[in-house]
């Protein structure tokens, strides 16, 4: 009997295993984000429930559901994404905007919408909610709404100064921090009177029983234990007077400062004590507690969220990629992405982990990488270029001759870089960069945003077109007949085929090096081209906010691959190690080639009917062919399961345009036996059965 147990119990765990790893190959063919990289300026936190919302300062809302594993940007409707403060009263989200005021949302942030009416004042820098009442704080007093924002009614009598930066609540009383002093409420915001702590900027208020903390800009912590009528300044430890926010946790009060970090407080103030150990970011605005977690938001380099699960003793940092990723590039087996605000990260285990490299950059808002050898080049948006050549440990200015230092391209042809500039065209360096020139003859627009070398020709890609040059650059001829839209943002070669991609206009394909462009969007829903990728046949292009499509046939037909990719905004486009990898507006993203590449259109014609083939070769060892037919577009889902019926594989799970198809399946990790393939698409539905044998 022990005997049948112990065989019953190696049996189910073997299933168990087994359908683990069913459910791990499941999952593979679609995008995941990479681990980073990390980063954001996080201006404000909110909590509502096990939800925990950070609002940045240029990319909006982000909800995390699980303590800041993970987080999903949440911006529809949010048309100012400049976020300085949150609230949560009751279901409700209210985000208040630099420029734009008050949006609300009644869905944890699915949705946004402007509720402005009476707010005349639209930069809201700070809320606080008393019951049914919600109060903001502006650049122009401080305003009221009884009725979740629909309407507000300006409430800052006896404010002397108007531009609120902070308030709390304590009881019936109502604090205003402002750009000279604090003031204090006891009728709901009627009336205001001065504080005796006057002449100081006030960040943010803390309050404990009923004693009030004060952060004053430049000068630390101030203490009210008489509700404002006095203040003591209360610093002993604090080597940071530039406090920007305070929070209690429980009896500790934590200070976050400019440029020293978090201070902890266990005695009402009385000491502080630094408290950073695995901050690498130490300007703190935002703080935010949940249970025993505390979250610290920064600003500035090396952004984003940190937590602390042990009261500030350590922290960690949280998974917000916020970070705008322009630029990927591959040397060695090393992935590297550039950022708009955050500099160079590295990655050399394909984003599972990512590591900052940009300790010598003056500039970290990079356009494009580009490499040449040993050499990295990185072109940065105002400070020129940029060379590395020990994988990005130092970075050195190079940047003699070049006279306009906001460079949005680069390419490299042998021993020659090529700089593509904002309003100065083309630069030519022979040297690694240490000198460039000018080569601008013939370029009559020279705002460049995309180079291409291509075999001895050079292709510019600029606001009015594209310009061709046969000679490195000495001279530029206009080849955009056929060209609809002379916005041209990016390149790609594929044999004999050159692809422009237009802000706009989508995709135009030249056979002749130029001399005639046609259009080539087929299946693109989305007509503003950011990025190319090439892999054999195979082409990628990434689009704003229409994420990733690709073609098997030179661009005749475009197919959309946005299957698990959370965020469609694509600006950079990179194939290495199996994978293709996409920079997106907040992350890397990415998706091994093989789950993609597998499937063709395989005929121009559009067939009249649904149709599954039966696969080929059947039996088969290994490998097989599956083919069908489909006479409209819709989502189509191919399915491979098991005798049992148990969904082992799935090779289709996205939208397709009508066509005939063909994707390959390879059964290398499956034993041998009798397997059905399943094709739905809209009404149809059809199964067929196959034979492995090994």
Not at 288 to 305: L, P, Q, W, Y
Not at 444 to 461: K, P
Not at 466 to 471: D, K, R
Not at 625 to 646: N, S
Request: one cysteine or more.
């Amino acid at each position: 009997m022990k005997n049948f147990y112990k065989i019953f119990t190696i049996f189910l765990f073997s299933i168990f295993i087994y359908n683990l790893t069913l459910n791990i190959k499941y999952c593979e063919a679609q995008w995941v984000q990479t681990n980073g990289p990390y980063g954001g300026n996080v201006w404000c936190f909110a909590k509502s429930g096990t939800n925990l919302f950070a609002g940045t300062q240029f990319d909006g809302v982000f909800l995390s559901t699980n303590n800041g594993s993970s987080w999903t940007v949440v911006n529809n409707g949010l048309t100012n994404q400049y976020v300085r403060a949150l609230a949560v009263s009751g279901t409700n989200l209210f985000a208040g905007t630099q420029y734009d005021g008050v949006f609300l949302s009644t869905n944890n942030g699915t949705s946004w919408t402007a509720v402005n009416s009476g707010l005349t004042n639209l930069g809201v820098q700070a809320f606080i909610t008393s019951g049914t009442n919600l109060f903001a704080g502006t650049g122009g007093g401080v305003f009221l709404s009884t009725n979740n924002g629909t309407n507000w009614t300006s409430v800052s009598s006896g404010l002397t100064n108007q531009d609120v930066w902070s308030l709390a609540i304590s009881g019936s009383n109502i604090f205003a921090g402002t750009y000279s002093g604090a003031f204090l409420s006891t009728n709901n915001g009627q009336n205001w009177t001065q504080t005796a702590l006057n002449t100081h900027v006030i960040y943010s208020f803390a309050i404990i029983d009923n004693i009030i903390f004060a952060s004053a800009n430049g000068y630390g912590v101030f203490r009210s234990t008489d509700n404002g009528a006095n203040w003591t300044p209360v610093n002993n430890g604090l080597t940071e007077m530039y406090v920007f926010s305070l929070i209690v946790s429980g009896t500790n009060i934590f200070a976050g400062t400019e440029h020293g970090g978090i201070f902890r407080s266990s005695n009402n103030g009385t000491s502080w004590v630094a408290v950073n150990i695995g901050l690498t970011n130490l300007e703190i605005r935002a703080f935010a507690i949940s249970g025993s977690n505390i979250f610290a938001g920064t600003t500035g380099n090396h952004s984003g969220v940190f937590i602390s699960t042990n009261n500030g003793t350590n922290w960690t940092i949280c998974g917000l990629t916020n970070q705008y990723t322009s630029a990927l590039a591959i040397y060695g087996s090393n992935i590297f992405v550039g950022t708009f605000r955050d500099g160079i990260f590295i990655s050399t285990n394909n984003g599972t982990n990512w590591n900052d490299v940009s300790n010598d950059l003056t500039n970290k808002s990079i356009n494009f990488l580009a490499i040449s050898g040993s050499n990295i080049f990185a072109g940065t948006d105002g400070n020129g270029v940029f060379l590395s050549t020990n994988n990005g440990i130092n970075w050195n200015a190079v940047n003699n001759g070049l006279t306009n230092q906001f460079v949005y391209a680069l390419a490299v042809a042998g021993t020659n870089i090529f700089a593509g500039t904002s309003g100065n065209g083309v630069f030519l360096s022979t040297n690694n960069g240490q000198n460039w020139n000018a080569i601008n003859n013939g370029l009559t627009n020279q705002i460049v945003y995309a180079l291409l070398v291509s075999g001895s020709n050079i292709f510019a890609g600029t606001e009015g077109g594209v310009f061709l040059s046969t000679n490195s650059g000495s001279g530029w001829t206009p080849v955009n007949n056929g060209l609809t839209n002379m916005s041209v943002r990016t390149f790609a070669v594929l044999g004999t085929n050159i692809f422009g991609g237009t802000w706009g206009g989508s995709i135009f394909r030249s056979i002749n090096n130029g001399a005639n462009w046609i259009s080539s969007n087929s299946g693109i829903s989305n007509q503003y081209i950011s990025a190319f990728a090439v892999s054999g046949s195979f082409i990628f292009t990434g689009t704003a906010g229409g994420g990733i499509f690709f073609s098997t046939n030179n661009g005749t037909n475009w197919i959309q691959k946005n299957q698990g990719l959370g965020d469609l905004n694509i600006y950079s486009l990179l194939i290495a190690n199996n994978y293709i990898f996409a920079g997106t507006s907040s992350s890397v993203w990415r998706r091994l080639l093989s789950d993609i590449t597998s499937i063709q259109n395989v005929a121009t014609q559009i067939p009249d009917k649904f149709l599954l083939y039966q696969n080929f070769p059947n039996p088969f060892n290994t490998t097989t062919k599956i083919r069908f037919e489909l006479p409209k577009a819709g989502f189509v889902k191919l399915l491979i399961f098991d005798a049992l019926g148990r969904d082992i594989k799935i090779l289709v799970n996205e939208s397709l345009q009508p066509g005939i198809y063909s994707i390959n399946w390879n059964a290398s990790d499956f034993p041998s036996g009798v397997y059905f393939y399943k094709l739905q698409a809209g009404d149809f539905t059809d199964t067929k059965r196959m034979t492995l044998i090994k």
